[in-house]
């Protein structure tokens, strides 16, 4: 491929100074974030219109495929398999500022970046993502990848999860899930079962207690799915505590403590103190203060979007999808791959004056690996609507089957790396809006 058009800054001072004036750079569209979404949305914008003028500011120089993830915790994937250089997934033709993004002008239709320069735009697009907060744990970041404390949330820490699964012989695992909202909900209770599956298959899970600390209430958010996991939980024997909510980890002594709510108003909230042999975290998780500290954020701190139509409430040149976003959809890759066209046809509508035609109904996707071989896919939109891909005749989403499995673990890649990240919208195509 192709390499794309690259702002370096190389050719710029390396940082900018009160007595050095950078001149602006001005595109047609400012996309900011490398990740899932930032690369589908310039994708679908270029098969729609291939001579677009495009920026992309990312300053990683490695694009992830984070579903994978859970499969190397797992054992399944090798983490290698996860990810690319970025080079290699930039669209052709788009402008590449290897740099971060200090600040939004939204008035001023700019932004600023990590270097000093300005770039203005005639539209943005807001894909950073959110932030994975693992200082809000107290001891955590001390003891990641240490003392039996590890996540699947982080590339260099998922290997580490397969470790500790396969030389676990008996003794505590725990498992535990944040408050909402989380990237990918089902990932805490996937890297749970994966791990039971390979105890069980070694005939040690009878050795092992194996607890899962969920911050919330239930099992999952949209209840056809609940069965199914309430059935692999019961076989595989694992201790559910609802509203337990992670706050500090000691890894010299291995133990974790959680704060669980007041049973009475008023009252004072109970520290429950757990050992372990075998941690496996998954972060609080909030919006980049670089949305959540601008008038660009709702209440929550996310990016104020309209839900149908994914442009900002109140800026209609600012466009966004992904993690970063203020609506109600769960926050996985699968959201992504059906919000892009989405942004694609709107953006391009205001740009030509027209009426914003195509609606996002807020599809989401969350494949649960319950076990190595069996996969519930569950796929939902706003208000925990179903939204199945298949017929429930091909594929039953609300029970564990092979084929989800096969899905996952062959389809889904090969459609993440050479179809959604190149623009090519199979089953992706947005639905129309009344207008």
């Excluded at 725990?174 to 599956?197: H, N, W």
């Excluded at 911050?215 to 609940?226: D, H, I, L, Q």
């Excluded at 008023?266 to 757990?274: L, R």
């Excluded at 569950?378 to 609300?398: C, H, M, R, S, V």
Aim: hydrophobic share 40%; glycine share 10%.
């Amino acid at each position: 491929m192709n390499n794309p058009v690259t702002e370096s800054a190389s050719a710029q001072p390396s940082h900018a100074t009160a007595s050095v004036t950078i001149p602006p750079n001005a595109h047609k569209v400012v996309i900011l974030g490398g990740g899932a979404g930032g690369i589908a949305v310039a994708a679908s914008l270029l098969k729609r219109q291939s001579d677009m003028d495009i920026a992309i500011v990312e300053p990683a120089e490695q694009h992830s495929y984070q579903p994978g993830w859970t499969m190397v915790g797992g054992g399944i994937f090798t983490p290698e398999y996860t990810r690319k250089p970025m080079q290699a997934v930039m669209p052709k033709g788009v402008h590449w500022y290897r740099e971060s993004v200090m600040a939004i002008d939204a008035e001023a239709h700019e932004v600023m970046l990590g270097d000093g320069r300005k770039l203005s735009y005639t539209r943005l697009v807001v894909a950073i993502g959110l932030e994975l907060d693992w200082a809000a744990i107290e001891g955590l970041e001390d003891t990641l990848g240490k003392n039996g404390v590890t996540s699947n949330y982080r590339y260099d820490l998922a290997p580490y999860t397969w470790e500790l699964v396969q030389t676990l012989k008996g003794g505590k695992a725990l498992f535990t899930q944040p408050p909402m909202p989380i990237k990918c909900a089902g990932a805490p209770q996937k890297a749970m079962y994966l791990s039971c599956d390979h105890w069980q298959r070694e005939g040690v899970l009878g050795q092992l207690n194996v607890t899962f600390h969920n911050a919330g209430g239930v099992m999952f958010g949209v209840p056809a799915y609940v069965p199914a996991l309430e059935e692999a939980v019961k076989g595989y024997g694992i201790d559910v505590q609802f509203n337990q909510r992670l706050i500090s980890v000691d890894g010299e002594t291995q133990t974790a403590r959680f704060e669980v709510p007041a049973t009475e108003e008023g009252g004072e909230p109970q520290i429950v103190e757990q050992s372990f042999d075998m941690l496996h975290v998954v972060p609080p998780q909030k919006a980049p203060a670089l949305i959540a500290e601008s008038s660009l954020a709702n209440a929550g701190g996310w990016l104020d979007l309209e839900p149908e139509t994914l442009q900002h409430v109140t800026h209609a040149d600012i466009f966004g999808l992904g993690d970063v976003s203020g609506t109600a959809n769960a926050k996985t890759a699968a959201a992504v791959r059906k919000q892009a066209p989405v942004v694609a046809e709107n953006l391009l509508a205001t740009l030509a004056g027209g009426a914003l035609v195509a609606g996002y109904r807020g599809y989401g996707s969350c494949p649960l690996t319950v076990e190595n071989g069996r996969i519930v896919l569950a796929e939902f939109g706003y208000g925990g609507e179903l939204q199945p891909t298949f017929p429930k005749w091909i594929n039953d989403g609300t029970r564990p089957t092979r084929l989800a499995w096969q899905l996952k673990s062959r389809g889904l890649p090969f459609i993440y790396w050479n179809m959604m990240l190149k623009g090519h919208e199979w089953l992706a195509r947005p639905a129309s809006r009344d207008v």
